[in-house]
């Protein structure tokens, strides 16, 4: 399947409009990571790859967008932690060193990628056989709150498939997929990956979905 490269045309307005941002995916994660190799998979300019690295892992970061990681490693210039970044598409797995992840993260960007099980076939192709993989994304399950984060096209829950809005947010600028949570699950476990733990963090609506994910012990897809 094609992969759309969206973010180089929008990324000063994903920059500007992000810049506050934290990682979603830091309070859920290790505090100490020292000695793991951590992949952050759709890295988009580093914001939890840094925060990977200050805990002490070795980290990769891989995005698609050529002018996010460019932002990625200018704001290492100033850090003292060492990240890897690199231009790749997740759904290969052409920018790998062939040396097993302990850990692999993808923070918001699921919902992003064309080919979600070719993402999911590098994923449990770069993970070590007791390495985990952990992502967190929009909860596909509700519409979402207004014209900025909606979730669901005009014809529902049901409806998959990239859109945009052409207003506010994320939505409007870039667009984004959307797949039902049973796509979701079917293609991790589709992949060769067992669900351990899903958590809702605490909203009105549930507006988030982490999953912590191992590799099955049968052999990996692809
Ligand atoms: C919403 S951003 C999240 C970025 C980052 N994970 C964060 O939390 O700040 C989604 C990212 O996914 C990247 N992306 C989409 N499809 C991709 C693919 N096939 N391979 C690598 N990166 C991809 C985009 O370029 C973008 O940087």
């Known amino acids: 399947m094609a992969t759309t490269p969206r973010y180089d045309s929008q990324a000063d307005w994903y920059l500007d409009y992000t810049r506050n941002w934290g990682a979603i995916l830091s309070d859920h994660l290790p505090q100490s990571l020292t000695g793991r190799r951590v992949l952050d998979l759709c890295c988009g300019y580093g914001t ?65 990628v064309d080919d979600l099980d070719g993402v999911l ?23 979402g709150d207004g014209r900025a984060r909606p979730s669901w096209p005009d014809g529902g829950y049901s409806q998959e498939g990239w859109w945009t809005t ?20 079917n293609a991790v476990t589709g992949a060769g990956l067992t669900i351990d733990r899903v958590t809702e963090p605490p909203a009105p609506v549930p507006t988030l979905l982490i999953a ?6 049968s052999e990996p897809v692809g």
């Open 212 to 217: 912590d994910c191992r590799p099955d012990r």
């Open 48 to 112: 939890l790859s840094r925060t990977l690295a200050e805990r002490g892992a070795d980290v990769v970061g891989v995005d698609l967008s050529i002018r996010l990681i460019e932002r990625a490693r200018q704001l290492q210039e100033s850090a003292p932690a060492v990240i890897s970044y690199l231009v790749g598409d997740a759904a290969t797995t052409d920018w790998w060193d062939g040396r097993p992840f302990d850990l692999v993260i993808s923070n918001m960007a699921l919902m992003d």
């Open 121 to 143: 076939t590098s994923v449990r192709r770069v993970l070590a056989p007791s390495g985990r993989f952990t992502f967190v994304l929009f909860h596909p399950c509700f519409p």
């Open 166 to 185: 052409g207003e506010e947010g994320v939505r409007g600028h870039v667009g984004a997929h959307h797949r039902m949570l049973s796509t979701y699950l």
